[in-house]
C-alpha cells in the first residue's frame, strides 16, 4: 500500500458548491498533514496545515484528520472557477522525520 | 515569495550524459529536498538534506547524487542520464524538521533524448 492515497479524479464541481478532496495515508503514527495546491506548469504551494484530529478552517477551506480512520480530507466553500488545480495530499510518515511524502493529487474544475 | 531559485528551468540532454540541477536559497532553512514529478506518479521525493555535508535517500534515488556543501546550495546530479529521468524537478526547503511548511521552487523541466 502507497503511503499516501488519493482519488486521482477528475473531480469537476459547478462554481459554488462545495468540493470535497479526500485522503488516506497508511503510517498510523504520522503527526502531520499538508495540503498543497498546484496550478497548471506551477509549483506546489502550501494551503494548509492540520496536526491534530477535528476540523480547521481557514477562509473558505477546512481541512479534516481523523486519525482512526487514517483519512484527512479538504473541503473547498463557495468553489471558484480559480480554485480549478490539482490538490496534494501530504504526509509526515514518522513522528520526527524529516521526510514529507505525497500523494499522486486530485485535479479539481470548477465550472463557471 | 520564500528565495528559492532553480537552475536551469529548461534543459535538454543526451542519454549517458551527466547533468547537475542547482537549487540556491536566500532563506537559510536547513532542510532541503529535491522531488521529481511525473504523470500519474505525484511527487516522489528523491534525496533531501538536513544539514550542510548531511544528506538522506528517498524512495527514487537510484541514478542520482546530491550535495550540500553550503546551507544554500543543493545540488541534484544524474550520473548517467536516461530516457526514465526526463521528468520536472523540484526543489523545496523547510525550517522545520518534519518538513512542515515546505516551500517549493519554480521547477527544472529536464528532457533526456
Known amino acids: 500500500q502507497k503511503e499516501v492515497e488519493q482519488n486521482s479524479g477528475p473531480l469537476s464541481v459547478p462554481e459554488g458548491a462545495i468540493a470535497s478532496l479526500n485522503c488516506t495515508y497508511s503510517?498510523?503514527?504520522?503527526?502531520?498533514f499538508f495540503w498543497y495546491r498546484q496550478y497548471s506548469g506551477k509549483s506546489p504551494e502550501l494551503i494548509m496545515s492540520?496536526?491534530?484530529?477535528g476540523d480547521k478552517e481557514d477562509g473558505r477551506f477546512t481541512a479534516q484528520l481523523n486519525k482512526a480512520s487514517q483519512y484527512v480530507s479538504l473541503l473547498i466553500r463557495d468553489s471558484q472557477p480559480s480554485d480549478s488545480a490539482t490538490y496534494l495530499c501530504?504526509?509526515?510518515?514518522?513522528?520526527?522525520?524529516?521526510?514529507?511524502?505525497f500523494g499522486k493529487g486530485t485535479k479539481l474544475t470548477v465550472n463557471p | 515569495d520564500a528565495g528559492i531559485t532553480q537552475s536551469p528551468r529548461h534543459k535538454v540532454t543526451e542519454t549517458g550524459t551527466p547533468v547537475t540541477l542547482r537549487c540556491h536559497q536566500t532563506?537559510?532553512?536547513?532542510?532541503m529536498y529535491w522531488y521529481r514529478q511525473d504523470p500519474g506518479h505525484g511527487l516522489r521525493l528523491i534525496h533531501y538534506?538536513?544539514?550542510?555535508?548531511?544528506?538522506d535517500k528517498g524512495e527514487v534515488s537510484d541514478g542520482y547524487s546530491v550535495s550540500r556543501s553550503k546551507t544554500e546550495d543543493f545540488l541534484l546530479t544524474l550520473e548517467s542520464a536516461t530516457s526514465s529521468q526526463t521528468s520536472v524537478y523540484f526543489c523545496?526547503?523547510?525550517?522545520?524538521?518534519?518538513?512542515?511548511?515546505?516551500?517549493f521552487g519554480q521547477g527544472t523541466r529536464l528532457t533526456v533524448v
Open positions: 523545496a526547503i523547510s525550517d522545520n524538521r518534519g518538513a512542515t511548511e515546505a516551500f
Open positions: 503510517d498510523r503514527v504520522s503527526q502531520s
Open positions: 492540520i496536526y491534530s484530529n
Open positions: 501530504a504526509v509526515v510518515p514518522k513522528g520526527g522525520s524529516e521526510k514529507l511524502v
Open positions: 532563506e537559510n532553512h536547513r532542510y
Open positions: 538534506s538536513y544539514g550542510v555535508k548531511d544528506t
